[in-house]
């Protein structure tokens, strides 16, 4: 089945331990991202990867870091949590080449305390 | 700069009714434009896409959206609600061609008995 997954579903960490979130994709797509959702304004971009080794900051990079080191994976690594980075987190991927369609995660909500 | 305005916050129907949900862009050029749903607690279902083919973009579960340039609107549509489209619905331009989706700030959709 073509999906697209996120570890883990549910985070509750405290102010400064790193975490890293997993996004896995099966579908042999070039292009991930991640998004951050937070009531009343939609999704926001914090990173994005066109292709492996090729990553880029989006709308709202302060404070994550990615990598892209094999083109299934794009783990989103936070190395120093805060409050304010508590939100709804999604990984997508899209095909690329010309294909816009994009398949999201499950989604990770993380509590920074 | 794209950009996505969803005119309401929420919207509530009685079920068997029809639902119009209301989403405006700003984009320099003819875009892609989505509308993407998102369950409870679930990841975000893509709903229908429009890439400059037919302007009557019929998608998943008896919705459809229609793109008007003139207007530069893409108003999703049902003609009759029912109880499991209750969820929050998301219009998405994509960003000059990049793969980057530009969300708006998403339409709660009420449905009641």
């Known amino acids: 089945e073509a999906q697209v997954t996120q570890n883990p579903r549910y985070l509750i960490t405290v102010t400064g331990k790193k975490l890293t979130v997993t996004c896995s994709q099966n579908?042999?797509?070039?292009?991930m991202s991640w998004y951050r959702q937070d009531p009343g304004l939609g999704l926001r971009q914090i990173y994005y990867?066109?292709?492996?080794?090729?990553?880029d900051k989006g709308d709202v990079p302060e404070g994550y870091k990615v990598s892209r080191k094999e083109k299934r994976n794009f783990p989103l690594i936070l190395e120093s949590p805060s409050p304010n980075q508590t939100s709804l987190y999604f990984c997508a991927s899209t095909l690329g080449q010309g294909a816009t369609e994009a398949f999201f995660g499950q989604g990770t909500r993380l509590t920074v305390v | 700069a794209q950009s996505v305005t969803q005119l309401d916050s929420h919207v509530s129907v009685s079920e068997g009714t029809p639902v119009l949900l209301r989403c405006n862009y700003s984009s320099s050029y003819s875009p892609s434009l989505f509308w993407y749903v998102q369950h409870p607690n679930k990841g975000l279902q893509l709903l229908l896409k429009?890439?400059?083919?037919?302007?009557l973009v019929k998608g998943i579960n008896g919705f459809e959206a229609e793109f008007k340039k003139s207007e530069t609107s893409f108003h999703l549509t049902k003609p009759s609600a029912h109880m499991s489209d209750a969820a929050e619905y998301f219009c998405v331009v994509e960003e000059d061609s990049s793969y980057k989706l530009i969300f708006g700030s998403g339409t709660r959709l009420l449905v009641r008995p």
């Open positions: 579908m042999n797509h070039e292009y």
């Open positions: 990867s066109m292709n492996v080794e090729v990553t």
């Open positions: 429009y890439t400059s083919a037919a302007t």
